[in-house]
């Protein structure tokens, strides 16, 4: 006897699970408002029934994230600023979220991506949302008598947006009509450009705008003004040539004569004049007051004893003694650098700290007046920096040539006066030279090409190609077969593939390993894969090299990469 026996297998929660993706990236901008659906991950359970279902949850512990447990959608719950929202007293500009999937099963089974991977990556995106933000003083003095491309002030400002959403220039609006000042527009750096003159012009008020580099771009202004401390550098004047007065004769001594009087066109104390009656005939008559220039009788005068006094001596006397005069500094003396521009090539191997070139500047004042430090004032994407003591230049990261061929900043020599201190600024210029530190890369690996039955020797069947970012004989690409062939030969320089004989039937295919090297002092390979067949024959799956080799540490966690 038959019969038909029906077996149901029960599920069991058994599978863990599963999430379609290890990694989710995605990108938002700082002002995505709040509910905005970011990410959807998916996990999958291989289970059955409730052991099938499966609940989402993410770690998220500052609460600027939501994640929908059913369906997996990452919302934002609070609008995110790139330059303000911090954690651990950090710019925040990403967030990683590390996601679980759990099933409903008793116990319910996880799925938790390890610490040492990304679950999901947020990157705020910057947008240009902050003007620029003046940080230097609206207030600058400078000396009258400086010269033309005196160092007058640098003006600063900040954009906390990054990349060229904060990259800041400099600009003139107004009050510099007649040119008396240049402004640096990358540096900040206001010079001037013409010889000033306290007396013609003692202050000036400029406009300046900070722009950033955004679109669109954002900018802040400022008025700066300057003030142009006076030098003694005016000679007093008398309104007349000639004074003539009329005086009484027998009148008591103290009798006022004439007020002469005199201008000088010098501020302050270089302004203050003091009277005095130089000797000659008679100047012993009379008295000046030294303050107001009034002229007053000594004694009284007779007129017929003499009628008429001269006083601005005759003849003139004269006597001479000896003065010794110690004459002290006056910082009038700029830092000199022995060149107007320094440049030098380095290599781009060369490692951190290395020192590329020395500055010097000398100063002819003395004491902290000619006392000379050194700073950098452009920027040099922090590859480089300067001792303020000894001047020489440092490399404070390494040097890549593919990604920066060429540096070019400025260095300044401050000397180190307490009052108006004087500078000179110096351009360098770093080129960074080649190394053989980038392999041939392969356009294409592998490389697929169907050649027909018929072809006739000599013909290019395939043609393959390689870059290398160095420079020179170091990125120069030579191409060669790695196992001689009689079949086909490949042009060394141009990469074509050549049919060197028939092929010997309709069903022909094999593979070629080429390899690709430069002609550096110590060349660098990188191989590829040349896979030709007839028209006929099927495209078949290879891989592109022959052995792979990798290392594990041991007691790598499970699902490790």
């Not at 999958?44 to 770690?59: E, F, L, M």
């Not at 938790?112 to 240009?128: E, F, G, M, P, R």
């Not at 900040?158 to 000042?181: C, M, W």
């Not at 079949?487 to 060394?492: E, P, R, S, T, W």
């Amino acid at each position: 006897a038959q019969a038909f026996v029906r077996i149901e297998i029960e599920d069991i929660n058994d599978n863990q699970p599963v999430f379609e993706q290890a990694v989710y990236v995605t990108s938002i901008s700082s002002h995505t408002q709040p509910g905005t659906e970011i990410i959807n991950v998916v996990a999958t359970d291989r289970d059955s029934g409730i052991y099938g279902i499966v609940s989402i949850s993410s770690g998220d512990p500052h609460g600027r994230f939501s994640i929908d447990p059913q369906f997996g959608i990452i919302r934002t719950k609070q609008q995110l600023d790139h330059e303000t929202q911090t954690v651990f007293a950090d710019k925040q500009q990403e967030y990683t979220l590390h996601i679980a999937a759990e099933d409903c099963g008793s116990p319910p089974l996880t799925s938790l991506l390890t610490l040492d991977s990304l679950a999901a990556k947020i990157v705020i995106l910057d947008i240009n949302d902050n003007s620029p933000n003046f940080t230097s003083s609206p207030l600058s003095y400078v000396m009258e008598d400086v010269e033309v491309g005196f160092l007058v002030h640098r003006i600063i400002a900040k954009d906390p947006d990054e990349g060229r959403n904060g990259q800041v220039t400099y600009h003139i609006l107004s009050g510099n009509e007649n040119k008396a000042f240049v402004l640096d527009k990358i540096t900040g750096l206001l010079t001037t450009a013409q010889l000033l003159d306290r007396e013609i012009q003692e202050r000036y008020s400029l406009t300046v705008m900070a722009l950033d580099d955004g679109s669109p771009a954002l900018s802040a202004t400022q008025v700066l003004t300057i003030i142009v401390l006076d030098v003694n550098d005016e000679t007093p004047i008398f309104l007349k040539q000639l004074y003539e007065t009329a005086v009484r004769e027998n009148q008591d001594r103290g009798e006022f004569v004439i007020k002469v009087e005199a201008v000088d066109r010098d501020a302050g104390l270089n302004s203050l004049l003091r009277y005095e009656i130089l000797p000659g005939t008679g100047y012993e008559k009379f008295k000046m007051d030294s303050d107001s220039g009034e002229l007053i009788t000594t004694s009284s005068l007779d007129r017929e004893t003499q009628e008429v006094f001269s006083i601005k001596g005759s003849p003139s006397r004269s006597s001479t003694a000896q003065l010794a005069l110690t004459v002290l500094d006056e910082n009038d003396h700029s830092p000199l650098f022995a060149k107007t521009q320094y440049q030098i090539s380095v290599r781009e191997d060369l490692k951190e700290g290395s020192a590329i070139l020395d500055l010097f500047a000398s100063d002819e004042d003395d004491g902290l007046n000619g006392e000379v430090t050194y700073s950098l004032v452009d920027n040099t994407f922090g590859a480089f920096a300067i001792d303020s003591v000894t001047g020489s230049i440092v490399t404070t990261k390494a040097l890549d040539r593919e990604t920066k061929s060429q540096y070019t900043f400025k260095a300044v020599a401050s000397d180190c006066s307490a009052h108006l201190p004087r500078s000179t600024t110096v351009s360098v210029v770093v080129h960074v030279d080649d190394v053989n530190d980038n392999d041939p890369v392969f356009l294409q690996n592998p490389i697929r090409a169907f050649v027909p039955a018929e072809t006739p020797v000599n013909e290019t069947v395939a043609t393959v190609r390689a870059e290398d970012m160095d420079l020179g004989s170091n990125g120069a690409v030579v191409f060669s077969l790695m196992i001689v062939e009689t079949v086909f030969q490949i042009d060394a320089k141009t990469g074509d593939i050549i049919l060197q004989e028939p092929l010997a039937s309709k069903d022909f295919s094999t593979q070629l390993l080429v390899m690709a090297s430069d002609q550096g002092i110590s060349p660098r390979t990188a191989t590829a894969m040349v896979i030709i067949s007839t028209e006929e024959q099927e495209e078949e799956i290879s891989f592109g090299h022959s052995l792979y080799e990798a290392s594990v540490p041991e007691n790598s966690a499970a699902g490790g990469h």
